[in-house]
Each structure stands twice: as structure tokens, then as C-alpha cells.
Nanobody, 121 residues
Framework: QVQLVESGGGLVQAGGSLTLVCAASSRSFLKINDAGWSRQAPGEPRILIATITSRGIPTTADSVKGRFTISRDDAKNTVSLQMNNLKPEDTAVYYC??????????????WGQGTQVTVSS
């Protein structure tokens, strides 16, 4: 079984920065294929904001373009989201998701438990 664990959330003032990290772990060998970050504000649906392919090609939603950067470190089995110039409207629970291959289970989709990001004005 694969676990995705997000870290790096917290409270920050508007204009500040945070880096979220999603770490994948398993008892057997694993490889992260495509991955992404989504966020869900209170009373709103979950929205995909950034993706990165297995080859490292990133995409970001217009709402965060130029401020957020997604990256990956395959040696550490991590996917990160660097968030700069944060705004109060970025306040949400941020979730990592990834398609992960393991020798035992093949390729499956997984979600992390989420990490809260709060931006004060």
C-alpha cells in the first residue's frame, strides 16, 4: 500500500511564501508517475491547481500561474509546491495526488490527507 503525506502548510501573511511537500512511501519499490496538487476552500469544490508528468513537465492553473511552482524529486519520491506571493484567497486545504507504481500493486491513484494553508490579510 502507498501512503502520500503532505507537509509544509501553516499560517502566513499575504505576500509570504510556503513550500508544500508530498512524500510517497511504501514497503516495496515505488515510482511516482503523474502527480498533482489540488485545493479545497470551505464550501467550495476541490480544484486541481498544478500537475507534473512523469517526465517533469509542469502545468499550473491560471489562478496560481506565476506564483506557484510544482516540482518533483524522484530520488526522494517527493512532489513539491512552492507558493509565492500568497493571497488570502489561496486559503484552503491542499491535497496531493499521484499515480504511483509499485511492484506489488501496479499503478494506482492515491491521495494525501491534506494540509491546511491559511493566508491572513
Amino acid at each position: 500500500q502507498v501512503q502520500l503525506v503532505e507537509s509544509g502548510g501553516g499560517l502566513v501573511q499575504a505576500g509570504g511564501s510556503l513550500t508544500l511537500v508530498c512524500a510517497a512511501s511504501s514497503r516495496s519499490f515505488l515510482k511516482i508517475n503523474d502527480a498533482g496538487w489540488s485545493r479545497q476552500a470551505p464550501g467550495e469544490p476541490r480544484i486541481l491547481i498544478a500537475t507534473i508528468t512523469s517526465r517533469g513537465i509542469p502545468t499550473t492553473a491560471d489562478s496560481v500561474k506565476g506564483r506557484f511552482t510544482i516540482s518533483r524529486d524522484d530520488a526522494k519520491n517527493t512532489v513539491s509546491l512552492q507558493m509565492n506571493n500568497l493571497k488570502p484567497e489561496d486559503t484552503a486545504v491542499y491535497y496531493c495526488n499521484a499515480n504511483v507504481y509499485t511492484a506489488m500493486s501496479g499503478s494506482n491513484d492515491y491521495w494525501g490527507q491534506g494540509t491546511q494553508v491559511t493566508v491572513s490579510s
